[in-house]
């Protein structure tokens, strides 16, 4: 009699594994189906969410509050603040832009040239 060892894993592969979570799907599926469908749910979901959003209102005006009180700015002034410096880099990108392409301007071209010697010195008269 050989007798094969117990494998644990067995009984999560394959098929077997697919038909639990299978069902288990079809269970939550139904579950909630039949949870979401009645009006009352629609309507608790309507006052959570009108519950959260005065939540969250009280909780912004009490951090402004005291972020002001101890004289640091909030999100919505390092949000302005952060924009008038992406502004600020910008124009110094445009600066240094024009700069360099002024400056490969001048080296390009070549100096004019200079005037030609014609007149020869007077000889010397010893």
């Known amino acids: ?12 592969s394959g098929a077997r594994w697919q038909e639990m979570v299978q069902k288990w799907e079809q269970e939550i599926n139904g ?5 979401t469908e ?4 629609g309507a608790m979901m309507g ?4 519950v959260q959003l005065v939540a969250q209102r009280a909780f912004a005006e009490q951090m402004e509050s005291l972020l002001r009180n101890l004289n640091l700015p909030s999100k919505a002034q390092v949000e302005a603040l952060s924009e008038r410096l992406d502004a600020i880099e910008d124009s110094v990108d445009r600066v240094r832009l024009a700069v360099e392409a002024l400056a490969t301007k001048t080296q ?3 100096p004019p040239p200079e005037p ?11």
């Open 47 to 50: 006052q959570m969410t009108k």
């Open 31 to 35: 579950w909630s189906g039949k949870l």
């Open 116 to 126: 030609r010697r014609t007149r020869k010195p007077p000889a010397a008269t010893s």
């Open 1 to 12: 009699m050989s007798k094969q060892p117990f494998d644990p894993f067995e009984l999560w």
């Open 108 to 110: 390009a071209t070549p």
């Open 38 to 41: 009645s009006e009352q749910f």
